[in-house]
């Protein structure tokens, strides 16, 4: 069965996905004039004030704070991206595709913080108001942009069986992996404890979750982040040799065979995509809850979530896992390839440091993964069973199941529900961008007009005027 699944993910992304996250990367990059490298200060400075202005905003309509802030949204997509992806997705893409597969990641983000972009501008613009929050995403944006009911019902299942159950097994199987290789603990033990601490946050909801990623999300990212700087100053005699491998492995020039340079294009693709998820179509669920004045300001902050997850932190385990030389060692991969390598760096509080990380990685991911799900189980139903039994599968029985089956089966179950997924997204946005590239003009020209903080109209867009129910 392993090996079925193995075949076919390599049959779509091969020959399928691969080429079509490319070119509507560069599509998206030339239609915006490359708005996530023109813009990176516009996105600095709209995540900085919403975080520095409190992290709700009163909601007139029920007289209480309630609603999510853009900082908040950021987090809990950064919470998602964040994950098993940055440790144990980087290492297996270094010990698959070699050091080449980093410079694919990078080129992956660079390119997909376009595709972020116009997504997460679409799941804000099509919003629909939900009890004391906002709620949305592609299944949103399907059927009220393109008019295709059951389009939307599909993505909305493809969704909630990635991320509410694939990737939660996912997150927790590195977690228990982490905690086995550093303390020697039982990982069925390790995946109940986690699976009760999830559950009590995800039957909070989306607030809970918002505050708890909050906190958590800048706490575990600088401080890995310092980690590594340390690791990077004391070998900094190697940063010119790390930086040669990455490039002369990613065009072939060490193998010097085509079918390896394909596999490690290949193999950073993939684990680029996992990690920050653009145009998978997870990011807009969240990026709708934000309260702001105008789409475009969640479409930057998303994007630059992107640069975060793929050039900030997974390229600290890329250079961490490079600087040890650990990577050629074939018993090594995955999480415990990352902790090996931090160990040979700053000794046996290595494992140990990287067992703690991936604990609040993979955690946040979990309770984010969650609500995307969620997010999609309300767009089919609002009955209060089903998503009761769905907290209960994705927090509680898939987190168990993940603690006890084998990391190949894991991944390569990720990969496939990953590509579903990441197809349907992009026929959707392709559709739709046109409404994003007008929003993007109108933002810029308020912005050139000395407005600090542009407001959209809906009247901008009358031939889909009706269908935005949440912008006065």
Same mark, same amino acid.
């Given at each position: 069965?392993?090996?079925?699944?193995?075949?076919?993910?390599?049959?779509?992304?091969?020959?399928?996905?691969?080429?079509?996250?490319?070119?509507?990367?560069?599509?998206?990059?030339?239609?915006?004039?490359?708005?996530?490298?023109?813009?990176?200060?516009?996105?600095?400075?709209?995540?900085?004030?919403?975080?520095?202005?409190?992290?709700?905003?009163?909601?007139?309509?029920?007289?209480?704070?309630?609603?999510?802030?853009?900082?908040?949204?950021?987090?809990?997509?950064?919470?998602?991206?964040?994950?098993?992806?940055?440790?144990?997705?980087?290492?297996?893409?270094?010990?698959?595709?070699?050091?080449?597969?980093?410079?694919?990641?990078?080129?992956?983000?660079?390119?997909?913080?376009?595709?972020?972009?116009?997504?997460?501008?679409?799941?804000?613009?099509?919003?629909?108001?939900?009890?004391?929050?906002?709620?949305?995403?592609?299944?949103?944006?399907?059927?009220?942009?393109?008019?295709?009911?059951?389009?939307?019902?599909?993505?909305?299942?493809?969704?909630?069986?990635?991320?509410?159950?694939?990737?939660?097994?996912?997150?927790?199987?590195?977690?228990?992996?982490?905690?086995?290789?550093?303390?020697?603990?039982?990982?069925?033990?390790?995946?109940?404890?986690?699976?009760?601490?999830?559950? *009590?946050?995800?039957?909070?909801?989306?607030?809970?979750?918002?505050?708890?990623?909050?906190?958590?999300?800048?706490?575990?990212?600088?401080?890995?982040?310092?980690?590594?700087?340390?690791?990077?100053?004391?070998?900094?005699?190697?940063?010119?040799?790390?930086?040669?491998?990455?490039?002369?492995?990613?065009?072939?020039?060490?193998?010097?065979?085509?079918?390896?340079?394909?596999?490690?294009?290949?193999?950073?693709?993939?684990?680029?995509?996992?990690?920050?998820?653009?145009?998978?179509?997870?990011? #807009?669920?969240?990026?709708?809850?934000?309260?702001?004045?105008?789409?475009?300001?969640?479409?930057?902050?998303?994007?630059?979530?992107?640069?975060?997850?793929?050039?900030?932190?997974?390229?600290?385990?890329?250079?961490?896992?490079?600087?040890?030389?650990?990577?050629?060692?074939?018993?090594?991969?995955?999480?415990?390839?990352?902790?090996?390598?931090?160990?040979?760096?700053?000794?046996?509080?290595?494992?140990?440091?990287?067992?703690?990380?991936?604990?609040?990685?993979?955690?946040?991911?979990?309770?984010?993964?969650?609500?995307?799900?969620?997010?999609?189980?309300?767009?089919?139903?609002?009955?209060?069973?089903?998503?009761?039994?769905?907290?209960?599968?994705?927090?509680?029985?898939?987190?168990?199941?993940?603690?006890?089956?084998?990391?190949?089966?894991?991944?390569?179950?990720?990969?496939?529900?990953?590509?579903?997924?990441?197809?349907?997204?992009?026929?959707?946005?392709?559709?739709?961008?046109?409404?994003?590239?007008?929003?993007?003009?109108?933002?810029?020209?308020?912005?050139?007009?000395?407005?600090?903080? #542009?407001?959209?109209?809906?009247?901008?867009? #009358?031939?889909?005027?009706?269908? *935005?129910?949440?912008?006065?």
């Amino acid at each position: 069965m392993n090996d079925l699944i193995t075949q076919v993910n390599d049959a779509i992304w091969g020959y399928v996905l691969i080429g079509a996250l490319v070119l509507c990367g560069l599509w998206f990059t030339w239609k915006t004039k490359g708005v996530q490298f023109r813009m990176v200060g516009e996105m600095i400075r709209l995540l900085t004030d919403s975080a520095t202005s409190g992290t709700s905003q009163f909601d007139e309509k029920n007289g209480s704070h309630k609603h999510i802030s853009s900082f908040q949204a950021f987090a809990v997509s950064v919470a998602t991206r964040v994950g098993t992806g940055n440790l144990a997705g980087v290492a297996t893409a270094i010990a698959v595709g070699g050091p080449g597969a980093v410079f694919w990641m990078w080129v992956i983000a660079l390119i997909g913080a376009a595709t972020a972009f116009v997504e997460s501008t679409l799941g804000q613009l099509f919003k629909k108001r939900n009890k004391d929050h906002f709620i949305g995403g592609p299944a949103y944006y399907i059927e009220k942009g393109l008019h295709q009911k059951w389009m939307a019902y599909i993505f909305a299942i493809l969704l909630t069986i990635t991320f509410g159950l694939s990737y939660n097994s996912i997150q927790s199987n590195t977690i228990c992996g982490a905690m086995h290789e550093a303390f020697g603990w039982n990982p069925l033990a390790v995946g109940v404890v986690i699976a009760a601490l999830a559950l *009590l946050i995800v039957f909070g909801g989306i607030h809970r979750i918002a505050n708890v990623s909050a906190v958590l999300v800048p706490l575990m990212a600088i401080g890995y982040f310092l980690l590594v700087v340390v690791v990077i100053i004391m070998n900094i005699h190697l940063i010119p040799h790390v930086l040669k491998a990455i490039i002369t492995d990613a065009f072939g020039m060490r193998q010097g065979a085509g079918g390896m340079l394909g596999a490690t294009i290949m193999i950073g693709v993939k684990r680029g995509l996992f990690s920050n998820e653009a145009g998978e179509g997870s990011a #807009p669920n969240v990026a709708a809850t934000a309260t702001v004045t105008h789409p475009v300001k969640q479409g930057l902050i998303q994007a630059l979530g992107v640069f975060t997850d793929t050039l900030l932190v997974c390229s600290c385990t890329a250079f961490v896992i490079l600087l040890s030389g650990l990577y050629d060692t074939t018993t090594l991969n995955g999480i415990a390839l990352t902790q090996a390598s931090l160990g040979s760096e700053i000794g046996v509080a290595g494992p140990t440091f990287i067992a703690i990380a991936i604990l609040l990685f993979a955690f946040s991911s979990i309770i984010g993964n969650y609500y995307y799900g969620e997010a999609n189980i309300r767009f089919m139903t609002s009955n209060s069973t089903v998503i009761t039994i769905y907290r209960i599968c994705s927090g509680g029985v898939m987190v168990i199941f993940g603690a006890m089956v084998s990391l190949d089966m894991v991944w390569n179950l990720g990969d496939l529900c990953m590509a579903l997924l990441t197809a349907c997204n992009l026929i959707a946005i392709v559709a739709l961008g046109k409404y994003v590239f007008r929003l993007l003009d109108d933002y810029r020209t308020q912005k050139r007009n000395g407005i600090k903080e #542009p407001i959209f109209h809906r009247s901008l867009l #009358p031939e889909i005027e009706d269908e *935005l129910e949440c912008w006065e």
